[in-house]
């Protein structure tokens, strides 16, 4: 996966792209029950900046760690709202995780995705159980370590980490909102899942859907 790395990133950015537009509305809509509905428009605006930065890096010759920096840049710089400081920071901080290391492997990628937690949790000040992208992306970084403990190639061991994201986001449906927007129309937000762990979990998805072709 290393010389190949970069084709590998953008192509992931990119499908992260298209299954987000796909799904705009629906973020959208679970946005407005507690917030003021943009989440679909932000990630998408968020993710179409940043799969061109992530193909512009990769014609340059960048490797995946470079691609995906460049994503967190383009993320970054358009996407807006509370979630887009947030996921510029996760891509960069993966990115500057994988550009250290000799080897893109499920390490590697634990390694990148737990300082990517730590960073957001940082940033952010929410802990799991905040009815944030944290609940999809908490257990995500523990499954994937265990897969990582195991030896497991990263394709698989993605593919079976992800369940752990889906379960966390459906879980935050009995959770009231306690970060963000949200938080000022808790109550309302108990019986529907988070909006942004919604998105982060059809996030890895993509990148599940990728790693597996
Ligand atoms: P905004 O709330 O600014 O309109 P978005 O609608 O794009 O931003 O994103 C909302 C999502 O951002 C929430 O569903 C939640 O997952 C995430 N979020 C909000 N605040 C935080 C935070 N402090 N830490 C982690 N995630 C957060
Ligand atoms: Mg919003
Ligand atoms: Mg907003």
Request: one cysteine or more.
């Amino acid at each position: 996966l290393v010389g190949r790395g970069g084709r590998v990133a953008a192509a992931v950015v990119e499908r992260m792209r298209a299954v987000i537009s796909a799904r705009e509305d629906e973020l959208g809509r679970l946005d407005a029950v507690a917030g003021d509905g943009d989440h679909g428009r932000g990630m998408v605006r968020g993710l179409t900046a940043a799969s061109l930065a992530a193909a512009e890096a990769h014609q340059a010759g960048g490797g995946a760690g470079a691609v995906l920096a460049a994503a967190g840049k383009g993320f970054d710089d358009t996407a807006g709202g509370a979630s887009g400081a947030l996921w510029g920071a996760m891509l960069r901080t993966v990115g500057q995780t994988v550009a250290a290391a000799d080897h893109l492997d499920t390490a590697t990628l634990h390694r990148g995705l737990a300082e990517a937690l730590d960073a957001v949790m940082r940033l952010g000040r929410a802990k799991p159980g905040d009815k944030t992208m944290l609940d999809a992306l908490a257990p995500f970084v523990t499954a994937l370590g265990e897969q990582a403990q195991a030896g497991v190639a990263l394709a698989e061991a993605w593919a079976a980490a992800l369940p752990a994201a889906e379960r966390g986001t459906a879980a935050t449906a009995d959770l009231a909102a306690r970060r963000g927007r949200s938080a000022a129309l808790a109550e309302r937000s108990l019986g529907t899942p988070d909006p942004g762990a919604t998105s982060l979990t059809y996030c890895l998805a993509s990148v599940a859907e990728v790693l597996a072709e």
